[in-house]
């Protein structure tokens, strides 16, 4: 499983030209899924959102978690975060799980992270334009 986390100021999902969902302050994540990924790494992936601290404190050092400036967070499929470039110009992305074998592990990151997080989606597999202000900008790569 990979994430990209970026610090968002907002942001929002627009499929076919309507917005589908929006955030105000809070976490863009991007996921993807491979080969290997089941729903406890989901936990362990939630966990650390929900402690990542990425957020300014008073002292503008970076202390706070999303939960403690009450935050909001969008996430969005992507199965292109496993792309390999290593080999000409065109990426491969055979490293990324196959939809029909990662939609019901994105369900389960999805339906964990309206649990515990405060968290809207995109719709997987859509063609989604997401527009958002990165905070920063602060963004950060997570491997589980």
Same mark, same amino acid.
């Given at each position: 499983m990979r994430l990209l986390i970026e610090r968002v100021k907002s942001c929002k999902c627009v499929i076919y030209g309507l917005t589908n969902s929006e955030i !105000?302050? !809070?976490?863009?994540?991007?996921?993807? @899924?491979?080969? !290997?990924? &089941?729903?406890?790494? &989901?936990?362990? =992936?939630?966990?650390?959102?929900?402690?990542?601290?990425? @957020?300014?404190?008073? =002292?503008?050092?970076?202390?706070?978690?999303i939960g403690d400036v009450n935050g909001e967070v969008m996430v969005i499929s992507s199965f292109s975060l496993f792309a390999d470039l290593n080999t000409g110009n065109r990426p491969s992305f055979s490293r990324s799980l196959k939809y029909d074998e990662s939609l019901p592990l994105y369900n389960d990151f999805i339906n964990k992270a309206k649990l515990e997080l405060n968290a809207k989606t995109g719709v997987f597999g859509a063609d989604m334009k997401v527009n958002s202000i990165n905070d920063g900008p602060i963004s950060v790569i997570l491997d589980i």
């Open positions: !105000g302050q !809070g976490l863009l994540v991007y996921c993807a @899924f491979e080969e !290997g990924d &089941n729903p406890l790494k &989901n936990d362990k =992936a939630i966990s650390k959102i929900k402690k990542l601290r990425i @957020f300014t404190d008073e =002292a503008d050092k970076l202390n706070l978690s």
